[in-house]
């Protein structure tokens, strides 16, 4: 058995059955493996449940030098958590771990969207990047329809563009709903409602069945038309301190306003976006506007949550360059720097986390 210390990789359960024959969906875990051996680390790979907290033991995928065996072993010292949790119950077994002196970053990686909005209200240098934003009522969204001709609804809970809805207002004077058929990941059916007084009954029926929060819709530059924004992935490495790993640009796709890969949209690098469609902005200098922007927000919202150490934020841009805060991903997906070509980035996003977890091991906390 190896004498490297483990670091635990808690995942859910698709990505665990997959990974005695290398079916690991979205995750590319030949980066652990090889991060760890450079950190001089063993990583192993389970679920909650296959933790014996009384023993301090877990059933684990260990990963050896030629294969992955499942074997029992001590419960790792420090654990990234590539897995996502909504119940209550599953926070309180993180928070048993975190009491026996285990150190589980990204531990809860699921936050609401309208309290990371609040939390980032706090912060008056942040400020100006928010798009304004109220939980989707019946009045607000009347409110936010007298102030602004277009706007977006949100399911506060959803990822990956999943059952995001758009209202624009018309020259007509009429509004315009454009909605997804299904919140399935897979969806490619968009719907249209027109209406001029009273809110759609699709509308008002989504808004009471699932929290929604609603905002004003960035004015996102774009190229041919689409917009684009940009997923900057926000990591702690080696020194313990957070830092840039990449940022990557993500077209939205000519069938609808998402941006998401998953959705459909396009990944490519911003340097190119940038000179082909806005040649009088400074690549470099626009890149280090969303850089230092991103390292506020990720700094502001570690000094107010628990754990964090990854994440991946959605920063669109203006045409001048000027950054614009969409979202905060707790479980970056990472691929879009795949997508776009990105090797370097994109191994990197796997091999700071490893990193992090040697500095946590070293004691220098």
């Not at 720097?337 to 990105?342: D, L, P, R, T, V």
Request: glycine share 6%; with cysteine.
């Amino acid at each position: 058995m190896s004498r490297r210390p483990y670091v635990g990789i808690l995942v859910n359960d698709t990505l665990f059955a997959g990974i005695p024959n290398g079916h690991t969906l979205y995750e590319e875990i030949s980066f652990y493996r090889d991060a760890c051996k450079q950190y001089k680390l063993t990583p192993c790979y389970f679920r909650m449940q296959d933790v014996h907290l009384p023993s301090m033991k877990v059933h684990a995928y260990v990963q050896q030098e030629s294969c992955t065996e499942r074997m029992w072993i001590d419960l790792p010292k420090v654990i990234h958590n590539r897995a996502i949790f909504l119940d209550a119950a599953s926070n309180q077994i993180l928070e048993q771990w975190t009491q026996r002196g285990i150190h589980l970053f990204n531990r809860w990686n699921r936050y609401s969207k309208m309290r990371i909005h609040n939390l980032l209200l706090k912060n008056e240098h942040i400020r100006p990047h928010l798009p304004s934003t109220y939980p989707a009522t019946l009045a607000n969204v009347k409110m936010m329809m007298a102030s602004y001709t277009s706007l977006i609804l949100k399911p506060t809970n959803s990822s990956i563009g999943r059952g995001i809805m758009k209202l624009e207002k018309l020259p007509s004077g009429r509004w315009k709903l454009t909605y997804p058929a299904s919140m399935k990941l897979t969806n490619r059916v968009w719907r249209k409602f027109l209406f001029r007084k009273g809110l759609p009954l699709t509308l008002r029926r989504k808004i009471a069945s699932t929290s929604y929060l609603i905002q004003q819709c960035l004015p996102l530059a774009t190229v041919n038309g689409r917009p684009f924004d940009l997923r900057v992935s926000v990591q702690r490495g080696a020194s313990g301190e957070w830092g840039i790993t990449g940022i990557v640009a993500k077209v939205a796709s000519r069938k609808h306003f998402l941006t998401n890969v998953a959705q459909g949209g396009k990944a490519t690098t911003l340097p190119d976006l940038l000179s082909a469609a806005y040649p009088h902005l400074d690549p470099e200098a626009v890149c280090c506007r969303v850089a230092e922007f991103s390292l506020l927000v990720a700094r502001h919202l570690s000094s107010e949550l628990p754990a964090l150490a990854d994440l991946g934020l959605d920063v669109g841009i203006t045409t001048e360059g000027f950054p614009l805060f969409i979202e905060c991903n707790g479980k970056d997906q990472r691929y879009s720097f795949k997508e776009a070509g990105m090797q370097d980035n994109w191994k990197s996003t796997y091999y700071n986390p490893m990193a992090y977890a040697k500095y946590l091991l070293s004691g220098e906390k």
